[in-house]
Nanobody, 116 residues
Framework: QLHLVESGGGLVQPGGSLRLSCADS?????????VKWYRQSPGEQRELVAG???????DYAHFARDRFTISRDPAKKTVYLQMDNLKPADTATYYC?????????WGQGTQVTVSP
């Protein structure tokens, strides 16, 4: 079972950028996993931000398209979410999710706050 750890969140001004990272604390490769980023704001449902298939496919929520990029670094066993042109509406806790053969793992989340 994976123990996913997210990092890279923080406070940023509107228009700024952050890069979130997701890796397994035991350094398990994520190459064979479908990895997705979700986010959740207080009082809201968790929503999909972006996904990366093991074969290289990617998909994005409409709000993330053209501003966010999901990528993998196999050597570092890490999946990234590059977020550019951030908006206050992007403020949320961001979670990493990995799925393989029906087994799902979640990280603890990293807080992203976009504020002047």
């Amino acid at each position: 079972q994976l123990h996913l750890v997210e990092s890279g969140g923080g406070l940023v001004q509107p228009g700024g950028s952050l890069r979130l990272s997701c890796a397994d604390s035991k350094a398990t490769s994520l190459s064979f996993y479908t990895v997705k980023w979700y986010r959740q704001s207080p009082g809201e449902q968790r929503e999909l931000v972006a996904g990366s298939g093991s074969g290289g496919s990617t998909d994005y929520a409409h709000f993330a398209r053209d501003r966010f990029t999901i990528s993998r670094d196999p050597a570092k066993k890490t999946v990234y979410l590059q977020m550019d042109n951030l908006k206050p509406a992007d403020t949320a806790t961001y979670y990493c999710n990995a799925v393989l053969w029906g087994f799902t793992s979640w990280g603890q989340g990293t807080q992203v706050t976009v504020s002047p």
